[in-house]
């Protein structure tokens, strides 16, 4: 567990950090700044890839936290679906992991089937 733990933390910090650098940086477009459309569209383009990133990172740091919550609360690696330990191998892929390979493939089929 304390393998995991020193893992999520660090991957949590370090997307952390990356919020911090993007914030703290120049957001903005100024049209000046441009000479042409094309230039305005690709930064404007740019800047609409960086924040769905951010926000992408941002839930996976919730997914980091809850995931650091349940190893406080003896219950990191099992599924919520079923209750069975997810294997090592699943966990050491996707430390956020919440479903077994098996009740995760079961809901990905679902979703297949619902779109």
Not at 9 to 24: I, P
Request: hydrophobic letters at 35%; glycine letters at 6%; proline letters at 3%.
């Amino acid at each position: 567990m304390a393998k995991f733990k020193k893992l999520l933390e660090s991957q949590r910090d370090e997307l952390v950090g990356n919020a911090q650098k993007t914030l703290s940086g120049d957001i903005h477009l100024d049209p000046v700044d441009f000479p042409d459309e094309i230039d305005a569209a690709s930064s404007e383009m740019n800047l609409a890839f960086q924040g769905r990133l951010r926000e992408r990172e941002r839930g996976l740091i919730g997914k980091i936290e809850q995931a650091l919550k349940k190893i406080e609360d003896g219950v990191y690696g099992e599924c919520e679906s079923c209750g069975e330990q997810i294997t090592l191998k699943r966990i050491e892929a996707r430390p956020v992991a919440k479903l077994c390979i098996d009740c995760k493939a079961e809901q990905e089929a679902i979703e297949r089937r619902n779109a």
